[in-house]
């Protein structure tokens, strides 16, 4: 976790900042000032470290007041200019100042070096522009001058091609843009419209845009033959403020609002980033006047007139996203005073300038923390570390020097910072923390161990009392270079050097012993960044970059072969923490941090340590929301610090995943259980048994058949099952005995609680019904149903209307009813469904108009005797049968016979024609019959009441049986030609031949 904390400089009373500006390189801060002492008002420049203080040697005062600082592109030689024409050079290597020659009479209003900085250029009031060759010992000579028709206002130099570098453009009063090369050389390029308010450069898109005080913005590309391509808008905004490059052709501007306008000149963008899109304890309406954006963190600061720095961090220029969704909002740092001006230096060092009395350097400061047998230090503030051990007691530490490091141990804690080193000891079981002493040491990194503090100072460690007194002394050769890192687990000591050379101790005994080293880690690794040592000292695990362009990886170093080895993370994943476990000299646990275009995730990975196959992966988990960074590890548990800020405590714990029920379990067993996870992620099943077959505790096997949900090992799932006397997960494994192992990993997972990794798996393996039924059985309905619309369709009405029934005995009745409607069993399930309250019930069926719920509402009517509301839904039913059933219930044969002859429903007709025939009406039964193609019915009714003409029509219309049987029975009454014609028609042609011949 970052902080930006706040450095005022060491500036006398009566202090006004006037200009400041960082050197490209070193962390030196150049202040140019108004002091006020005993009513006389002088002028002074001073020079200031990142941490505020002043280098008194190096200050430079006049009775005039300083107009313009800038330094040298390489060397520490700062140029200065003053309103009296003074012109002075401070050499910081020498610890010389030299004056040039006297040739400007009035204020200067810029001092520029080349890119290259093979010379000086300065300006005045009067338009006097002179250039100047310095030597290597900071000693200036006039090389060339030369007067414009108006007064200079603003310089930049620029690159026009390979090898000339000394060129300027330089903007004056009259409004016109002058180019001046070295030799004195000029003449005018452009105008402006209106006042030129800025006038600033680009290297890598070679920009040159000027900014008038009316808004008005005039972009020019600069060529080695002039200026090109030029390109002209207006600007919005109030008035124009500071400016800055925020990337290759990316200018921003604060335009005297609350927010910052910029302007992407490839993609003809013009974008903005506001605060009043933002939320914390700032005023939204503020105004922003200042801006500065830092390449090395891609960080933009934004300076307001009540005192805030804005802060947003570009998410990687060479990704996809632009505009303003290419930013994320920073936490804003609040400073005192309106804030004019903003200067990002080297290691991203932010220069703040307010209006009145104060330059204040915001550092990003890597929050320091330590963990050692249950005692946490966590650093909140630039001086103040919360003390807490873990159970007891929480102690709030105050210091008096900002803390540039912590180490602790289960008994006492070290803090130093550049000059000095604290010592506190912790008394009463953890109540009571005390100081034991402090000692001046300007050290780079400090460890305890027992009653002794190791403090690395240069080449070698020295081995302290308390009292700062030295015992021993651990030395490098010079060639192995200076210590720059240090660790201490258990009893072993690690230091490495800024050539990479890695040395360990033993410090069992009354004097440290050297364990192993010299060891040279620079071809394998190109930087190191933090280092560790296991508790019995046989692994070093650090991490590094292969090379500047490769991703950082952690690297193990096993002591006793000599194999250096690297473990990746995985593509985006760059390590941020890293701890061996304070007792077991296997167990590593690494945090790690990704990177991209999505918001940052932190990830936790353990690994074990092995001298054949390096750093083998046990488990990984994201960091949950409350989670900040990795504190320790102590097995069974990891120690984090919280990420929300809480009155009880600044530490979260969680159980290492095989330890989950085990928090409280004894030393044996959780030996047992380290052991048996080592050997099982080695795949040493029968080591693995051997650890644990001892051990009678059921959550003991429980996390055994969790680590087989990973290792997918259901043999000893079986096992572990058995050992538990979980009957009914024994058996769901015997069922799964065909399933993919995956599967049957995941139906485990499920038995055991572990949805999460039973989700993974089953879409792992494209089980989706499988993955469906999790769903609906954790009653994930969006889930469930975006799966099976999207890869399981079959089961998609059935989880509907599993959705629907979940709903309905949850008493949500609208959410069931769509349910249902999807499901497509809305027919049947929604009557049933609101049969108690009948209003509801008939608003649904008239709504939904479909044809079966109509039809079914009016049979509930027609159950009901209410006839009139039956036939006007088996109306809109469009149900005629059950119109003309209705109808001739009713005695309506009129209606039902008209009804029947207008649709031609044939159903409807059977129906009618069989009422006609009960009441022995035979003509219109006969046509009925006919109408409804029941052709046998009406053939029986002709018979039967001598209807003998009526009966061939019939037969011919009908099948074959009933064409012979009518030729029967036309036979039989003597109608031979009729029977003939049906014998035919009906295929008994012989027949047919036989009645012919007689």
């Known amino acids: 976790m970052a902080m930006f904390f706040d450095f005022p400089v060491n500036a006398p009373n009566g202090y006004t900042p006037i200009v400041s500006r960082w050197h490209n390189r070193a962390s030196l801060l150049a202040v140019g000032a108004k002091e006020q002492r005993q009513n006389m008002v002088t002028g002074s420049v001073s020079l200031y470290t990142d941490d505020g203080e002043h280098l008194p040697k190096a200050t430079l005062q006049r009775s005039a007041l300083p107009t313009d600082v800038f330094w040298h592109p390489t060397e520490q030689i700062l140029a200065t200019g003053w309103a009296s024409g003074e012109v002075l050079l401070w050499n910081e290597a020498t610890q010389q100042a030299s004056e040039c020659k006297r040739v400007h009479e009035s204020n200067i209003t810029f001092v520029r070096w080349a890119l290259d900085g093979s010379r000086l250029i300065t300006g005045d009031d009067d338009g006097l522009v002179c250039v100047w060759s310095v030597s290597a010992q900071g000693q200036p000579s006039l090389a060339s001058e030369v007067r414009l028709p108006a007064g200079t206002t603003h310089c930049c130099p620029v690159a026009v091609g390979r090898g000339s570098t000394s060129t300027f453009y330089i903007a004056a009063s009259d409004n016109h843009v002058f180019r001046v090369d070295a030799s004195g050389d000029s003449e005018v390029v452009f105008e402006c419209d209106g006042s030129i308010y800025e006038l600033t450069y680009e290297e890598r898109s070679a920009l040159l845009v000027a900014i008038s005080t009316e808004m008005t913005v005039l972009q020019h590309r600069v060529t080695k033959d002039g200026l090109a391509e030029k390109y002209l808008f207006k600007l919005a905004g109030k008035v124009p403020g500071e400016t800055t490059w925020a990337s290759k052709g990316v200018l921003a501007i604060a335009t005297g609002e609350n927010q910052i306008r910029l302007w992407d000149s490839e993609a003809g963008d013009l974008y903005s980033l506001s605060i009043a899109d933002e939320s914390g304890e700032f005023t939204v309406s503020d105004v922003l006047s200042a801006v500065s954006f830092d390449p090395r963190s891609n960080l933009l600061a934004a300076g307001s007139r009540n005192g805030f720095v804005f802060m947003w961090k570009h998410k990687g220029f060479s990704l996809s996203v632009t505009g303003t969704d290419a930013w994320s909002f920073q936490t804003p740092v609040e400073i005192n005073g309106s804030l004019t001006h903003l200067a990002w230096g080297p290691n991203s060092l932010l220069a703040v300038q307010n209006s009145t009395d104060n330059v204040s350097i915001l550092r990003e400061h890597i929050m320091r923390k330590a963990y050692a047998n249950n005692v946490a230090a966590i650093q909140v503030s630039s001086a103040r570390l919360v003390v807490e051990v873990l159970g007891v007691q929480t102690h709030s530490l105050d210091g008096d020097f900002s803390i540039k490091g912590v180490a602790a141990t289960g008994e006492a804690l070290v803090v130093w910072g550049s000059k000095e080193v604290a010592i506190y000891e912790l008394v009463k079981e953890g ?381 949500q009745l609208q959410e069931a009813l769509k349910a249902y409607e999807r499901s497509d069993t809305h027919r049947f399930e929604v009557p049933r469904l609101l049969l108690d309250n009948p209003k509801v019930l008939e608003a649904y069926v008239r709504q939904s108009k479909s044809k079966e719920l109509l039809q079914w509402w009016a049979q509930y009517k027609e159950s009901l005797h209410d006839m009139d509301e039956a036939l006007r839904y088996y109306s809109a039913a469009d149900d005629v049968l059950s119109l003309v059933r209705v109808h001739c219930f009713q005695d309506n044969v009129d209606k039902a016979h008209d009804l029947v002859r207008r649709t031609q429903d044939k159903a409807a007709a059977y129906h009618l024609a069989r009422f006609y025939e009960a009441k022995d009406e035979i003509e219109k039964a006969i046509e009925l019959y006919s109408l409804s193609e029941c052709y046998t019915n009406a053939i029986r009714l002709a018979k039967e009441h001598g209807m003998k003409d009526q009966m061939l029509n019939l037969a011919l219309n009908s099948t074959k049986v009933d064409m012979i049987s009518a030729g029967e029975f036309y036979e039989q009454q003597g109608m031979i030609d009729k029977a003939v014609m049906l014998y035919h028609k009906g295929g008994r042609v012989g027949k047919a031949l036989e009645m012919c011949f007689e």
Request: charged share 25%.
């Open 431 to 811: 109540s009571v923390l005390r100081s034991a002493n402090n000692f001046k040491c300007e050290a780079v990194a400090c460890c305890l161990h027992t009653s002794s503090v190791y403090t690395a100072t240069e080449g070698h460690i020295d081995a302290r009392a308390y009292n700062g007194s030295s015992k021993q002394l651990l030395t490098f050769e010079k060639s192995e270079g200076m210590v720059t890192r240090m660790a201490c687990t258990g009893d072993h000591l690690v230091a490495v050097t800024d050539k990479g050379c890695l040395r360990t101790w033993d410090l069992s005994r009354r004097e440290a012993r050297l364990a192993a080293g010299p060891h040279s880690i620079t071809q394998e690794v190109d930087t190191l960044t933090q280092v560790a040592i296991c508790s019995n000292g046989s692994y070093v695990a650090f991490f590094g970059q292969a090379d500047l362009e490769a991703q950082p990886m952690v690297w193990l170093w096993a002591v006793e072969s000599g194999k250096v080895q690297p473990y990746g993370l995985g593509v985006g994943h760059v390590p941020q923490n890293i701890c061996w476990d304070s007792h077991d000299p296997r167990l590593l646990v690494i945090e790690s941090k990704s990177v991209g275009e999505t918001a940052d995730s932190h990830k936790v990975t353990s690994v074990f340590a092995t001298p054949d196959k390096g750093l083998v992966q046990h488990h990984s988990f994201e960091l949950g929301s409350d989670e900040g960074s990795l504190l320790g590890a102590q097995v069974p548990m990891l120690h984090f610090t919280k990420r929300s800020k809480s009155d009880d405590s600044m530490v979260t714990s969680q159980a290492l995943r095989d330890f989950k029920g085990l928090e409280d379990a004894d030393r044996d067993t959780r030996e047992a259980m380290l052991e048996f996870s080592y050997q099982l992620t080695l795949g040493n099943l029968d080591e693995a048994f051997k650890a644990v077959r001892v051990i009678q505790s059921d959550d003991v096997w429980v996390n055994m058949a969790r680590m087989c949900v990973g290792t997918q090992r259901m043999d000893v799932a079986a096992v572990c099952m058995g050992r538990m006397g979980d009957a009914v997960a024994a058996r769901a494994l015997r069922e799964a005995a065909d399933e993919t192992p995956e599967a049957k990993a995941a139906i485990l997972a499920v038995h055991l609680g572990m949805l999460d990794e039973a989700e993974a798996l089953l879409k792992e393996s494209e089980r989706y019904d499988l993955l469906v039924q999790l769903y609906r059985d954790s009653n994930r309905w969006d889930d469930a149903l975006a799966v099976a619309g999207s890869h399981d369709r079959l089961h998609l009405k059935n989880t509907y209307y599993e959705q629907a029934k979940h709903m309905e005995s949850l008493g």
